[in-house]
């Protein structure tokens, strides 16, 4: 659970959880499914509702942020399991875009 919530573009650079080795591999529908995830439980808790009540918006703040990721902060996530810097702001370009809560 740990790993996929780095996944969620507010993961503070203060607060990252050590690299990931499950993640060396993955395409980029599976790190879509990875953000996916770490969404519905962050904002279900931020907005205090169920995972269904967010599965829309995190669908579009997931699908998003990965379709806008360039192939460097792909790589990037393979290597660490969690989003840099850059990829961290286009995350925080679609938390806003899809009506989400920031962290």
Request: a positive charge.
């Amino acid at each position: 659970m740990l790993v996929s919530q780095g996944a969620l573009a507010a993961a503070g650079t203060s607060a990252l959880p050590p690299p990931d080795p499950t993640a060396k591999n993955l395409t980029p529908y599976m790190i879509q499914l990875r953000a996916f995830d770490a969404c519905l439980v962050t904002q279900s808790r931020l907005m205090n509702t169920t995972r269904e009540a967010v599965h829309s918006p995190c669908s579009c703040y997931a699908k998003g942020t990965v379709n806008a990721m360039t192939k460097d902060e792909l790589q990037a996530f393979r290597e660490t399991g969690y989003f840099n810097d850059s990829a961290r702001a286009k995350g925080y370009d679609f938390i806003d875009r899809c009506k989400l809560q920031r962290p």
